[in-house]
């Protein structure tokens, strides 16, 4: 329910994930929506993650927390998370424990019966039907408790991206995605499925926009991203997309923390948690 404030990829940004609540408020008086890709890449996936699962447990309405391609085991163990949790800990168990709970996580999330919110895109196997998605006892619903697949409709829907980031092309309909994964989709592609759907607009996350956001096919369809200043070395601009009660749109743009607010530990330190 509005009002909420949606947030894209924090990748471990930890202290970068302080500053979004800085610019956009705290818990519990704000609502937010994170869209995924909570781990990997940034030097503190693990206390991203915890923090806002612990927010998610405190706060259960107030907190929603969909999958991204990266709340994945074949993934972190490529990009960071997998090796970052061996290094504090010793062992793999937190690793598995967290990779556990990524298999329950939401898909997508619909705001006011309104606005599609999913970490990447849509996908033509799913016909232009939302109820593939937000229907968790249909016999067409994806079996989301599962690993990421390696295609289908729950694999696009981590994977997909509108035309017109990845690539300059004006893409009509469907088009196999550079990425290895998904697909790159076109203007109408969005119209054709909001207006099936009865939404006026999708929100999704998953690539870096340098101004923070993007929007797209008449503003059917935004990117927001909230890692600034990604992998620490892109000097990009972050954002989180405020929804009033009446579905007005605000984008907050913050930047970076500084150097002096973060914490840099020692080689050998092991946080606490799980301990």
């Known amino acids: 329910d509005s009002p909420v404030t949606i947030c894209g ?28 890709d909570f781990v990997d890449r940034g030097f503190n996936s693990v206390e991203t993650f915890l923090l806002l699962l612990a927010y998610k447990v405190r706060y259960p309405d107030l907190v929603t927390l969909i999958r991204g391609n990266h709340e994945c085991r074949q993934i972190t163990q490529v990009y960071g998370f997998y090796d970052e949790c061996l290094r504090k800990y010793g062992s793999l168990n937190v690793w598995r424990y967290c990779t556990d709970v990524f298999d329950y996580m939401s898909l997508a999330a619909i705001v006011d019966d309104s606005i599609f919110c999913v970490h990447c ?6 016909n232009d039907s939302i109820d593939e998605v937000t229907l968790l006892k249909s016999d067409r619903s994806i079996d989301r408790k599962q690993e990421i697949p390696h295609d289908g409709s729950m694999c696009d829907l981590m994977w997909s991206d509108p035309d017109g980031i990845v690539v300059l092309n004006d893409i009509q309909g469907w088009v196999l995605s550079p990425r290895g994964a998904g697909y790159l989709f076109g203007g109408n592609v969005v ?9 006026t607009e999708i929100v999704r996350a998953h690539q870096l926009i340098m101004e923070g956001y993007k929007e797209m096919f008449n503003k059917q369809l935004v990117t927001v991203w ?12 972050a954002s989180i997309l405020v929804l009033d009660e009446k579905l007005n749109q ?26």
């Open 9 to 36: 990829d924090i990748h471990g940004q930890f202290y970068d994930l302080l500053e979004l609540f800085k610019n956009g408020g705290d818990i519990p008086g704000v609502c937010y929506l994170f869209l995924g």
């Open 121 to 126: 895109g849509l996908s033509p196997s799913i």
């Open 191 to 199: 119209d054709t499925f909001n207006h099936s759907n009865n939404i």
């Open 226 to 237: 909230s890692a600034p200043n990604y992998c620490y070395r892109c000097n990009n601009t």
């Open 250 to 275: 605000k984008f907050i743009k913050f930047e970076a923390a500084t150097h002096e607010s973060r914490v840099i530990p020692a080689k050998k330190a092991i946080p606490e948690y799980f301990l």
